[in-house]
């Protein structure tokens, strides 16, 4: 069946970088995309991805590899407020998006 | 930026009772969600809707589920009756895109949380 994939959690130290992972099997891709959701909050929109490769925007990057149905999430410069749990979701071939169950990233002083 | 608001941020109901979950999507969207988070997992889709009807549904989204948005007013989600199995947190998205459903960024309420005792 399809099913997107994330680690439960992540540790990283504040000014470093952390990379979240996602793979996933999908009948169908047309996109993925990363949320960035806070305990009680909202997701929010982070990035939107379609092709092959990195795409940087900043404090966030993106990376795709559509053969091998990973993608990561990139972030530098880590802030004590980057901590939250990141979510990865797949657009498959009827444009339903498939999530996965998120990454909740710690970040320590 | 544009805001999803949801109304009541916490609903407490016995179980058998109906309930609605409100949403005032982004004023100009055009397609509107309904997602189902538990404590810890993830994101399920329940239901879109567009143009005053159900686009997609998944197998979540039991015969006591519905959905409606009379015009200009809220986007409801309506169980009746409510189960155990109920409680989670309901968000609220919507999306502008206007001719078909697409990967178009979603626009997320804070979520009702419901607890069905």
């Known amino acids: 069946g399809q099913g997107v994939e994330q680690p439960d959690n992540l540790m990283s130290v504040e000014g470093t970088f952390a990379r979240v992972n996602c793979t996933y099997s999908?009948?169908?891709?047309?996109?993925l995309s990363w949320y960035q959701q806070r305990e009680g909050h909202a997701p929010v929109f982070l990035s939107y991805?379609?092709l092959d490769g990195l795409k940087d925007s900043g404090h966030f990057s993106t990376f795709l590899s559509r053969s091998n149905g990973y993608s990561y999430l990139l972030l530098t410069e880590l802030q004590i407020k980057d901590s939250a749990s990141y979510l990865c979701?797949?657009?498959?071939?009827?444009?339903?998006?498939?999530w996965g169950s998120g990454t909740k990233l710690i970040i320590k002083p | 930026g544009p805001k999803v608001l949801q109304i009541p941020s916490h609903q407490i109901i016995d179980m058998g009772q109906m309930v609605t979950l409100n949403c005032d999507p982004v004023?100009?969207?055009?397609?509107f969600y309904w997602y189902k988070q538990i404590l810890g997992q993830q994101m399920e889709f329940l239901v879109n809707?567009?143009?005053?009807?159900?686009?997609?549904k998944s197998k979540l989204f039991k015969d006591q589920f519905s959905v409606e948005r009379p015009d200009g007013s809220y986007f409801t989600l309506k169980i009746q009756p409510t189960a155990l199995e109920d409680s989670a947190v309901y968000f609220c998205?919507?999306?502008?895109?206007?001719?078909?459903?697409?990967?178009?960024?979603?626009?997320f309420g804070h979520g009702t949380k419901l607890s069905v005792l």
């Open positions: 809707f567009y143009n005053g009807k159900v686009m997609e």
């Open positions: 998205a919507s999306s502008p895109t206007g001719d078909e459903i697409s990967n178009e960024r979603l626009f």
């Open positions: 999908t009948s169908g891709f047309n996109g």
């Open positions: 979701a797949v657009t498959d071939s009827n444009y339903q998006l498939i």
């Open positions: 004023s100009n969207h055009l397609y």
């Open positions: 991805v379609v």
